[in-house]
């Protein structure tokens, strides 16, 4: 998973709570605050936003196909 940086501002007894869980689970403070906001996301009902589904065809090809399709018919009724 990508990672960025960020500067976080903490309480000092927030701080000293991760530091400790991170210790115990032999993990960096980062990967544990890490989990900990994903957790408590999912916890309190977000939902990750998915990415727009592509169309087969884009809008332009979708116009040319239909356009091609009414000339085939009109020179099929002569």
């Known amino acids: 998973m990508a990672t960025r940086k960020v500067t976080l ?3 000092t007894g927030a701080l000293e709570y991760a530091e400790r869980a991170a210790k115990a689970h032999g993990i ?12 408590e ?7 990750p936003q998915r990415a ?3 169309p ?4 332009a ?3 040319e196909a239909e356009r ?11």
């Open 9 to 11: 501002s903490l309480d």
């Open 28 to 39: 960096s403070v980062s990967s544990w605050l890490s989990k900990a906001a994903r957790r």
């Open 41 to 47: 996301a999912v916890r309190t009902g977000y939902t």
């Open 52 to 54: 727009p589904v592509a």
């Open 56 to 59: 087969a065809a884009s809008s």
């Open 61 to 63: 090809e979708a116009d």
């Open 68 to 78: 091609a399709a009414a000339e085939k018919e009109m020179r099929a009724q002569g």
